[in-house]
């Protein structure tokens, strides 16, 4: 084990992986998981190194498996809901609902894998460690690069939405303008520097989209009686339409990249599988109803839209149900800033960095310098790219695919393909061909539907744009 005097010269990224090599040898020497001929399943909870060197640089575990549930499913249910009824219309009724189910079971396996991971390596509290972990210094970049990027999309799409969500009231006015009053109240928010902090107020987010999606749901029968809306077993609009579908159901459920952060201030991390559970299966429930109706009552006609939240009659309605998704939108786009930001000043700010009880007015400064530098920057790309299905479909085809499904599952193969049931490892396997498949197929599907919107999306920051 390293002294303290060695951990002194080291970089504050060496801490951390330093940490992880700590606590792999102490449960290697402790636990039966590394027993090759053991058989006990990996899901026994691990003691936390109280050794962890950065332990002080990050949050504390107090959240409760509830507020974690709470989180997953505002993350989820916000913007993933949105582009939900047109995946129906898409694909039709017999692939959407198999794929919506496949996807559902897929994603909550893989995020269990994930907590066997954190289980292993409690002091892990950022997914690219893992990856650095399994496939060396070269998987630490392509994990980091994956994960923030992705992770960016995500804000970035819930920042899009809510600015949408203005737009449609003030149609005047332009899109960019409606993108920075997003961003400004992203970031005043996302002055709280905890995760639990922040799932205080996801209850409100949650809330929120429930209410706005239930008003689409009751306004689709009315909006839909004059409009001639049909429906088809099986999608009619070619390859490309249908991959955009599938991309857009694999956005619904791609959280993976923030249940690290989330695990690591849990106070116990095998309640994980409670809050998975909980917040997948409602989400799965939701996302059914959700899009079932909407492409019941709206399919096939221009009053389906994308995002579902737009496709709400003018006047109070437009405006009670927009202003209820921006709430959401806000609230788990500050999620994302919040991680954003701390990994963001953990890896950059290599001098006065604070621990995290530091309350004082420098160490609030640097946090909110980096968390200006974050939202800054999904601006400036949101605005670049004012597209939802398309940037949505883009950043579920070529990121979430393997941050979901593929590198979760190789991960869980390789470290316990020794220790279980030879269908379980089979079932990792197919796991990993399925997000091969997505990426190849999603890829081709979303960046020629990306090149399409920007063609026919007007000049970046004008008011052409949307």
Not at 286 to 300: D, I, R
Not at 301 to 307: A, D, E, K, W
Not at 335 to 345: G, K, M, V
Request: proline share 5%.
């Amino acid at each position: 084990m390293a002294t303290s005097s060695k951990h002194d010269s080291l970089t504050y990224e060496d801490h951390e992986i330093l940490a992880v090599l700590e606590d792999d040898c102490k449960n290697k020497e402790n636990s039966p998981l590394h027993n090759e001929d053991s058989t006990i399943e990996p899901s026994q909870n691990f003691v936390e190194n109280e050794n962890d060197p950065e332990k002080e640089y990050f949050p504390p575990r107090k959240m409760h498996w509830l507020q974690c549930a709470m989180l997953n499913a505002n993350v989820i249910v916000g913007v993933g809901v949105l582009p939900v009824p047109s995946a129906f219309e898409y694909l039709g009724w017999l692939p959407a609902i198999i794929l919506n189910t496949a996807v559902y079971l897929i994603t909550t396996i893989t995020g269990l894998y994930l907590m066997y991971m954190h289980q292993l390596f409690p002091t892990v509290r950022s997914y690219p460690i893992i990856f650095q972990k399994y496939l060396g210094k070269g998987g630490l970049l392509l994990g980091s690069f994956l994960v923030y990027t992705y992770m960016m999309f995500n804000m970035m799409s819930m920042m899009l939405t809510a600015a949408l969500s203005l737009s449609s009231m003030a149609p005047s006015v332009c899109l960019p303008i409606f993108i920075a009053v997003a961003a400004c109240i992203i970031y005043i928010i996302g002055q709280l520097r905890s995760l639990c902090g922040v799932s205080l107020v996801a209850s409100v987010g949650l809330t929120s989209i429930l209410v706005a999606m239930l008003l689409v749901m009751g306004y689709a029968p009315q909006l839909g009686q004059a409009a001639n809306s049909s429906t088809s077993l099986v999608g009619k609009f070619g390859f490309v339409t249908g991959v955009l579908g599938m991309d857009n159901l694999v956005f619904a459920y791609a959280i993976h990249i923030v249940l690290f952060p989330f695990m690591a201030e849990m106070t116990a991390i095998e309640d994980f599988k409670k809050a998975l559970w909980t917040s997948q299966t409602f989400a799965f429930c939701f996302y059914t109803s959700v899009g079932s109706v909407g492409y019941a009552y709206l399919g096939n006609t221009s009053l389906l839209q994308n995002p579902i939240s737009l496709s709400t009659p003018s006047g109070a309605p437009l405006y009670v149900v927009n202003v209820l998704v921006i709430i959401s939108m806000i609230i788990g786009a500050t999620t994302c800033q919040n991680i954003l930001t701390r990994y963001t000043q953990y890896y950059l700010q290599r001098c006065g960095r604070r621990k995290f009880r530091d309350t004082s007015f420098v160490n609030r400064g640097w946090w909110a310098l980096w968390s200006f530098i974050v939202v800054a920057l999904g601006y400036v790309i949101t605005s670049l790219i004012p597209f939802f299905g398309a940037l949505v479909g883009t950043a579920a085809a070529l990121i979430a695919s393997n941050t979901t499904f593929t590198f979760p599952s190789l991960f869980y193969y390789l470290q316990f393909r020794k220790q279980i049931p030879i269908w379980k490892g089979s079932v990792a396997l197919f796991i990993i061909l399925f997000g091969a498949v997505l990426t190849v197929l999603g890829g081709y599907g979303a960046i020629y539907s990306l090149i399409q919107a920007i063609e026919e999306g007007g000049v970046p920051f004008s008011c052409s744009q949307g």
